[in-house]
């Protein structure tokens, strides 16, 4: 199966903090990948180095282009989208409005395209779609401060598949978020994956995580400590000693990853995150 996105040894330097140290990430088309580890083992500062937002030293490749010297914008409208932690959602527009900005990207070549060939409809069929995948149909009119947190979540993730992304990079979509709200979440997440988006996924919900996700990939102090199937982490005694203080218990999935979205899972840990 083809990579959407080839992440190699991405470096970040603050002063003389090393932030991530020769990181290598790979996502596959069609599937979700997770990324966890402890507070400030260097997650968000990954979403920043792949999209451009800090400086980095690697190689990021997005299907088969190196875009390691492009900027964000660049990034973006090769197919590159991001959710943030901090919801820039715009509260005067509704859930519909929200994903028609965020579809457009507006240049001299596109507006003249949009002119002869009506890409308006393009834009109107996208922005249709995401809402469907993500089952935000009942609230499209809505504007997002009339919505639950979980679903303003949503309206996040809805905006950037408008943008038609070839890949999602979603930053702690399940913060603030109670456990119904998560398996929804999760299960909506799997949606938009089957329906042939690829994302990451990087949460501090570990049972989230390793019941959605594909692959997951463990991360602690800016270095990859582990990765594999979410059951094979499930067990690692590494991963249970740096990322929950080597008291843990994680639920198994009742079935496939988009399966067990659906099961309560239920974690234990020793350690605060």
Request: aromatic share 4%.
């Amino acid at each position: 199966m083809p990579e959407v996105l080839e992440a190699s040894k991405i470096s970040v330097n603050f002063g003389s903090v090393q932030a991530l140290v020769d990181v290598d990430l790979t996502v596959p088309a069609g599937k979700l990948v997770g990324l966890i580890g402890p507070n400030g083992a260097g997650k968000t500062t990954f979403i920043d180095a792949v999209t451009g937002f800090v400086s980095a030293t690697g190689t990021v490749v997005l299907d088969g282009r190196d875009i390691s010297a492009e900027p964000p914008h660049v990034r973006s409208r090769l197919g590159l989208a991001r959710t943030w932690q901090t919801l820039e959602l715009f509260d005067d527009l509704t859930v519909r409005e929200n994903c028609v900005v965020a579809s457009r990207r507006p240049t001299t070549q596109g507006s003249l395209a949009q002119i002869v060939l009506g890409r308006r409809q393009q834009t109107r069929s996208a922005v249709d779609e995401a809402i469907r995948i993500l089952e935000l149909d009942e609230v499209a009119e809505r504007m997002p401060s009339d919505l639950s947190q979980g679903k303003r979540k949503l309206v996040g993730v809805a905006r950037a598949l408008a943008g038609q992304s070839r890949l999602i990079l979603l930053d702690e979509p399940a913060s603030g978020l109670d456990s119904q709200e998560s398996l929804d979440l999760g299960r909506r997440l799997r949606r938009v994956v089957d329906e042939g988006v690829a994302m990451l996924l990087v949460d501090h919900d570990m049972a989230l995580v390793l019941n959605v996700c594909d692959y997951v990939y463990v991360i602690d102090f800016g270095r990859v400590l582990a990765h594999g199937a979410p059951a094979e982490l499930r067990t690692n005694e590494k991963v249970l000693a740096a990322y929950l203080g080597g008291v843990a218990t994680v639920s198994e999935p009742a079935g496939s990853a988009a399966d067990s979205a659906a099961s309560t899972p239920a974690v234990q840990t020793g350690r605060a995150n």
